[in-house]
């Protein structure tokens, strides 16, 4: 499971601070931003999509509505074919900027997702597995401050997977960090989707994040956002931009797209 | 000198420097030793007080005073603030009496503490409570109020219960804000123990100095403020350790 079906979703904010409680006229003062417009978009099961967008395009709000974090002024939402009515643990969000609570150690971070086990030595089995799965043995009693960033990301990684949820969501998990560590975590997002066929959606600013990882791209638009490209990415990995023209293609068209005239 | 010895020497050094300019000031001052004593006169005096029980006893009595009433208030305290910090509208309604009530002086409060507790303990308990219980609300109104939203999502995220928001979330995060205000709120405390002693008791070091005064022992007067000075150090110094420890450490990292 972990469909997610969306259906002229729209999206309006108040540029005023403070406004975005719901009333039955949210904007008495005016001044509607309009950041999303009418996005139909399917992600289908084990599906791994990709959303490119200029900055600001409100590529972030979406996850945050998929989320159940905010809610969408118009349109529908399903995941599994129910209607979306506030945050769950089938669908984990995993944040641009650290979600890892700083006064939890990586073991009590991970445990979060498993407190309501009842046998406490399968429970502890569980938490060691999914730290293992991210190579963050030894790191158990660490304080997140006490991890470098590539490891928060992991750590905060096997906190989302020990929930075991259907989807996970990520807004650009890879800002922040150096590049061989950018480049070794894409890596292991693929594993480790390959090996445990989740439905991922992930933000990404990088274009080669979206081509190297993703079954799907999504390209948005300015704000106030429309889908400018959905494309289903059939390629076996690795992908090697150098060794397949036809991705190299999209790569360009891409870049194109987003503005960057590229060949410096 | 090692520099592990470092951090210990120059904070004595300073106070044998304090202690000399002391001294030179009332050899050359020209005051009577009556008006101005000089540090022996005031070391000689402490022995005595010492010895009669009578240091001890005051001090014990001011120690209890600030104990009940920074309980107290921390104790009520804390809780309206997560209450309010948690709460928009509490904190619309609440936001303006607190205000209001928080400049005037605990010692504007004496006429009306001595009238509604009478002489004794409670109303120098209640004007303490009084000192620290508005600084410790507003402190724990701000803290709850600038905790990182994100923290908020990942809590409905992984389905938390009420309770657990505020046992996982709310209370660990404000814990080094709440330490660091208890810091400054038991200072302003012990300052207004002091004061209170002057007028609606007949016990405590702040009784103590009125009553040297009228004796005209400034001897006694300085011993009292000596012990003053140095139980607030010792305060200070408790709360700094209790700042230190691990569960607030990752505050001093975070920020």
Known sequence: ?264 | MSPCAKPILTPVLSFIIFILIWEITVRYSGWDKNIFPDPLTVLISMGELIRSGCLLKHTVASLFRVTAGFYLAAILGIPLGIFLGRNYTAALFFNPIINFLRPISPLAWIPLAMLWFGIGDQPAIFLIFLSSFFPIVVATTVAVQSINPTYFYVAANFDFKKYEVLSKIVIPAIIPSIVTSLRITVTIAWIVVVAAEMIAVQSGLGYLILDSRNGLRMDYVMDAMIVIGLIGLFLDYIMRRISNIGSTVWATVER
């Open chain 1, 1 to 264: 499971m972990g469909n997610i079906l969306i259906k002229k979703i729209s999206k309006e904010f108040c540029n005023r601070r403070r406004s975005s409680r719901e009333s039955d006229n949210p904007c008495p003062y005016g001044d509607v931003v309009s950041v999303l417009n009418k996005i139909d978009l399917e992600i289908k099961e084990g599906e791994m999509a990709c959303i490119l967008g200029p900055s600001g395009c409100g590529k972030s709000t979406l996850l945050r509505i998929i989320a159940g974090f905010d809610k969408q002024t118009s349109g529908s939402l399903a995941i599994n074919g129910k209607e979306v009515d506030g945050p769950s643990s089938n669908n984990i969000f995993v944040f641009q900027h650290s979600g890892l609570l700083p006064w939890m150690t990586v073991w009590q971070n991970v445990e979060l997702g498993l407190r309501h086990m009842k046998n406490p030595e399968e429970k502890n089995h569980k938490i060691l597995e999914y730290i293992q799965m991210v190579e963050l043995d030894g790191f158990e009693h660490h304080y997140p401050y006490q991890l470098s960033g590539g490891m928060q990301r992991r750590a905060e990684l096997a906190r989302a997977l020990a929930v075991n949820p259907d989807i996970l969501i990520m807004d650009e998990p890879f800002s922040g960090l150096d590049f061989l560590t950018h480049m070794k975590m894409r890596e292991e997002v693929v594993n480790m989707h390959q090996f445990l066929e989740k439905t991922i959606l992930m933000v990404t600013h990088d274009i080669d994040d979206a081509l190297i990882m993703g079954d799907r791209v999504v390209v948005f638009s300015n704000r106030p956002s429309e889908i400018k490209v959905n494309r289903r990415l059939d390629f076996s990995h690795p992908r090697i931009f150098e060794k397949n023209p036809e991705l190299q293609d999209i790569r360009d068209e891409l870049f194109l797209m987003l503005g960057v005239s590229y060949g410096v």
